[in-house]
T-cell receptor, first 110, second 114 residues
Framework: KAGVTQTPRYLIKTRGQQVTLSCSPISGHRSVSWYQQTPGQGLQFLFE???????NKGNFPGRFSGRQFSNSRSEMNVSTLELGDSALYLC?????????FGPGTRLTVL | AQSVTQPDIHITVSEGASLELRCNYS??????LFWYVQSPGQGLQLLLKYFSGDTLVQGIKGFEAEFKRSQSSFNLRKPSVHWSDAAEYFC????????????FGKGTKLSVKP
């Protein structure tokens, strides 16, 4: 079974721009979660989608949004980028009881 | 508030030596418990998990972890470390009904001396 895929793997943007990241979960998994990883704050939960519905959201500003499509693929969007948004963004695909992570997207904001 | 504490930021062990990484959680009920490993620039790989039952769980790569309810701990162990085990290790909890929200510790970076 193929694992979780994330595209792109690396992104460089400038402040004020917006960015969209994509995540394809493991086949058959309907839940996708997103996390932000930074050296200072560690791993923080952004939001979780299940069957195209956001079920849970972390403590992030409204600039961070996401969606899920009928094939379970998910995207997250960050608008009006700030320097502090530079991070590794990880997507996780959840089976019955366990989350499996993708390789992440490294976002650098200049 | 729910939290996960990994008290050791960085640990260095010699190759072939035993390893124990500590993890304590703060939560009223027993959550689901996980250990993940991350190599530089990579995502997280699941090592093992505990939901209920036998408190000693076996994982991949020769790792095991023991759940101790009285101490709210879930420590990770390996009897003999290999150079390829050098990575960062994260303990995580998922409170029941949290809907995909894993709470992570800050991680422990493991270095292995030849």
């Amino acid at each position: 079974k193929a694992g979780v895929t994330q595209t792109p793997r690396y992104l460089i943007k400038t402040r004020g721009q917006q960015v969209t990241l994509s995540c394809s979960p493991i086949s058959g998994h309907r839940s996708v979660s997103w996390y932000q990883q930074t050296p200072g704050q560690g791993l923080q939960f952004l939001f979780e989608y299940f069957s195209e519905t956001q079920r849970n959201k972390g403590n992030f500003p409204g600039r961070f949004s996401g969606r899920q499509f009928s094939n379970s693929r998910s995207e997250m969007n960050v608008s009006t980028l700030e320097l502090g948004d530079s991070a590794l963004y990880l997507c996780a695909s959840r089976g019955v009881d366990t989350q499996y992570f993708g390789p992440g997207t490294r976002l650098t904001v200049l | 508030a729910q939290s996960v504490t990994q008290p050791d930021i960085h640990i260095t062990v010699s190759e072939g030596a035993s390893l124990e990484l500590r993890c304590n959680y703060s939560y009223g009920a027993t959550p689901y418990l996980f250990w993940y490993v991350q190599s530089p620039g990579q995502g997280l790989q699941l090592l093992l998990k505990y939901f209920s039952g036998d408190t000693l769980v076996q994982g991949i790569k020769g790792f095991e972890a023991e759940f101790k309810r009285s101490q709210s701990s879930f420590n990770l162990r390996k009897p003999s470390v290999h150079w390829s085990d050098a990575a960062e290790y994260f303990c995580a909890v998922e409170p029941p009904g949290s809907q995909g929200n894993l709470i992570f510790g800050k991680g422990t970076k493991l270095s292995v001396k030849p």
